[in-house]
C-alpha cells in the first residue's frame, strides 16, 4: 500500500526557516515525481513545488525562499522553507504523481496526511 | 490558467444527483483535468483524472465529462459519505505549474 508521512512542521517565526520531511513507502520511490501541495487555515489548496529525477519547479509565491529535493537512497523528499511568512501559515501536503517516468506534470494519486506550519510571532 | 468551480456550495439531499462544474480560463491540453474530494481533517482524494477515468477503488457513481475548458463532475445517487468539499486540478505542464480550482462544498440539505 502507497503511503507518505510528513514531518517536520512547527511553529516558527516570520523571517525564520523550516525542513519539512515526506517518507514514502509502499512504491518505487525513485520512478515518481512528487510535489507539495499547501492548504492555509480554510482556504483552498495551492501547489508550492515539485520535484522530477532531478529538475525542480516553483510557485511564483514561493521561488526563491524554498527549496525542494530529495533522496532516493532514502524514500524521502524535502522542503526547506526559508525566509517564511505569515502567509505560509499551512498544512503542507505531500503528494505521488499518478504516473511513473518522473513526468512532473501529472495528477496527484497518493497524499500524506499533512503537517502544520504556523508562521507567527 | 485559472480554473473557477461552480457552485460554491451545493445543497443537497442523499439519493439526489450533484453536478459540479470546473470551468478553465483557456483550454486544457489534451484534458489534462483532475477531481479530488476532502473531508475535514483529512487529505484530498483523487476521484478522476484525465478528465474522464475513475481512480482506483472509485465507485461508478462518480464520473467525470467535458474537454476544453467546461468539465464536469457529476455524482450520482449522493450517500452520506459523498457531502464534502471537490477540488479540480489542471496538470499537463503547459503552463508549468499545476491549478486548483477553489472548491465546491457539496452540503447535506
Known amino acids: 500500500e502507497m503511503q507518505l508521512l510528513e514531518s517536520g512542521g512547527n511553529l516558527v517565526q516570520p523571517g525564520g526557516s523550516l525542513r519539512l520531511s515526506c517518507a514514502a513507502s509502499?512504491?518505487?520511490?525513485?520512478?515518481?515525481?512528487m510535489s507539495w501541495v499547501r492548504q492555509a487555515p480554510g482556504k483552498g489548496l495551492e501547489w508550492v513545488s515539485s520535484?522530477?529525477?532531478?529538475?525542480?519547479f516553483y510557485a511564483d509565491s514561493v521561488k526563491g525562499r524554498f527549496t525542494i529535493s530529495r533522496d532516493n537512497s532514502k524514500n524521502t523528499m524535502y522542503l526547506q522553507m526559508n525566509s517564511l511568512r505569515a502567509e505560509d501559515t499551512a498544512i503542507y501536503y505531500c503528494?505521488?504523481?499518478?504516473?511513473?517516468?518522473?513526468?512532473?506534470?501529472?495528477?496527484?494519486?497518493?497524499w500524506g496526511l499533512g503537517t502544520p506550519v504556523t508562521v507567527s510571532s | 490558467i485559472v480554473l473557477t468551480q461552480s457552485p460554491g456550495t451545493l445543497s443537497l439531499s442523499p439519493g439526489e444527483r450533484a453536478t459540479l462544474s470546473c470551468r478553465a480560463s483557456?483550454?486544457?491540453?489534451?484534458?489534462?483535468l483532475a477531481w479530488y474530494q476532502q473531508k475535514p481533517g483529512q487529505a484530498p482524494r483523487l476521484l478522476i483524472y484525465?478528465?474522464?477515468s475513475r481512480a482506483t477503488g472509485i465507485p461508478d457513481t462518480f464520473s467525470g465529462s467535458g474537454s476544453g475548458t467546461d468539465f464536469t463532475l457529476t455524482i450520482n445517487r449522493l450517500e452520506p459519505e459523498d457531502f464534502a468539499v471537490y477540488y479540480c486540478?489542471?496538470?499537463?505542464?503547459?503552463?508549468?505549474?499545476?491549478?486548483f480550482g477553489q472548491g465546491t462544498e457539496l452540503e447535506i440539505k
Open positions: 486540478q489542471q496538470y499537463g505542464g503547459s503552463p508549468q505549474m499545476h491549478t
Open positions: 483557456q483550454s486544457i491540453t489534451s484534458n489534462y
Open positions: 520535484i522530477g529525477n532531478r529538475e525542480t
Open positions: 503528494a505521488k504523481d499518478g504516473v511513473s517516468g518522473n513526468r512532473v506534470w501529472d495528477y496527484f494519486d497518493c
Open positions: 484525465g478528465a474522464s
Open positions: 509502499g512504491f518505487t520511490f525513485s520512478s515518481y515525481s
